[in-house]
């Protein structure tokens, strides 16, 4: 699932969460639900925060091995891909 994937799911759980199917509008939501919501929010706001980069192979031989790879985000290098970069954080694309 990509991030903005996990965003459109999230931003439709706070709108079901909302619907009163009765009336078609809005409905009360309990001290629960409005702190569930809360909680979806934050979630989307991190999701949209975080850096999605790619690790970017390269031939050579490096400490015995036969690649390198280097973050699209901050340049760090290292011998293995991995689903985070080390240096700066950045989820990887795909490193599922």
Known sequence: MTN???INRLGLDIDMVQFDPITGGDRYL???ERTLIEAQIMGIEALRAQKVGKWLK???NYQGTEHV???SICAYWQAINTKFC???GARMEGQE
Request: aromatic share 6%.
């Open 69 to 71: 790879y280097n973050c």
């Open 4 to 6: 903005e994937e996990a």
């Open 30 to 32: 309990s001290n629960d």
């Open 58 to 60: 390269h031939n050579a």
């Open 86 to 88: 080390p240096n700066c």
